[in-house]
């Protein structure tokens, strides 16, 4: 049963309608509008590093199989999952890892040495000999 409106004015009665059109274009914009916001909310999966700045460092275009960064407070982890050096060379002896297999350190410039050295000997233990070390170039 339609509304009826009435004014106290107007002897005559109008139908209440409600308009479909402007309804579907308030939907299709809140739409588009959670489709940006979701777009934008994608994230890098890597851990966010000071890296130190070399010269001589060549930019590597092949993408590393195995990425492993350590952060300022000498934290390891490897897809943005913490990892301890022993969980390194399991994960690492796990994958059966063949002569191509590469392994990339990134390691954050505060970082202590002690901590590169503890992944850098998981991975060789792994008997992996392809290790690479993460830098920023700079342009001379």
């Known amino acids: 049963m339609p509304v009826k409106l009435q004014s106290a004015e107007s002897d005559h009665e109008e139908d209440a309608r409600i308009e479909i059109v402007p309804l579907i274009d308030i939907m299709f914009f809140l739409l588009a509008s959670f489709m940006m916001v979701s777009l934008s909310m994608t994230q890098i999966h890597r851990v966010n590093l000071k890296l130190p700045v070399s010269t001589s460092a060549v930019p ?16 390891a982890s490897w897809d943005s999952v913490v990892v301890t050096p022993t969980e390194i060379t399991r994960r690492l002896i796990e994958m059966k ?3 191509n297999t590469r392994v990339l ?4 410039e505060d970082c202590r040495h002690q901590h590169v050295l503890a992944v850098l000997d998981a991975v060789r233990a792994a008997k ?3 290790v690479g070390f993460e830098t920023k170039h700079q342009e001379p």
């Open 60 to 75: 590597d275009n092949k993408m590393p199989p195995i990425h492993l960064a350590i952060d300022s407070h000498g934290i």
């Open 128 to 130: 992996i000999d392809k």
């Open 97 to 99: 890892p063949d002569e």
């Open 105 to 108: 350190i990134g390691a954050d």
